[in-house]
């Protein structure tokens, strides 16, 4: 059913009650397969709530011309940040801050070779083999075209982390300033697992600790397609398949043992 938001997951005797707003379902067994795209991250640094400039994440981000003429800092090493850096860059004077160096991957090297890579990697793995072959890691950078035309440009150069905000920017490592009008946070997303935070299940690093998909502390509970921590390449579509199925077969055995019971 859709639009629905379910707001919580709770225990009553023998079942789970999933509540939405203004409605709720009984169930036996729930599957949560909520991604990350709901729950943006953005990184705590000393001030941020003092600074008087604009500040984003990339997941609301829409298009550059909102930054022209503007002073911006682009937050983030992987895809999302090269490739908003490579637009922005173009109407604003950008500054690139990464943690470490960016990893960039060959110029033949796209989505479609990526994707194929991780499907024999997979099949690999299924057929207990181990291939000896780069897939490139999540944060590796893919060179579509409008990264190389900011290569060119010669604007894929990044800068360490500053330190803290400051009203009008940013104080560096190094304690110069910089004047900053807007920040892009190209930081990534974290499990959207709030609805489960009335279970209990929620661990400090913002996971549900589970044995394969299945929930640990809640046997009536699996996740699926947060990433490696719910299945191997969980995250992507050729990897899911595999960690649904087996999850489905998973439950299915459950039910029996319960109906049993």
Known sequence: ER??????????ESDLRVRSDDRYWDAKVVI??????????????PNAEQFAGRQLHSANYVEAQAFAGKKVLVVGGGNSGAQILAEVSKVAETTWVTPTEPV???????????????TQRL?????GRVIDQPVGGLGDIVMVPPVVEAREREVLKSVRPFEHFTRDGVIWADGSESAVDAVIWCTGFRPALQHLDTLGVINTEGRVEVEG??????????????GEWTGSASATLIGVTRTARSTVNEIAAFLAEQSVA
Do not use: C, M
Not at 104 to 118: H, I, N, Q
């Open 3 to 12: 639009p629905v938001r379910v707001v919580s997951v709770e225990r009553i």
């Open 104 to 118: 960039f991957l060959p110029d033949e090297v796209d989505g479609r070779v990526l994707f194929e890579r991780a």
């Open 213 to 226: 998909s299945h929930s640990i502390q809640e046997p009536r509970l699996w996740l699926v397609g947060y």
């Open 32 to 45: 949560s397969a909520t991604g990350t795209w709901s729950n943006p991250y953005i990184p705590h640094y």
């Open 123 to 127: 099949k690999a793995q299924q057929e």
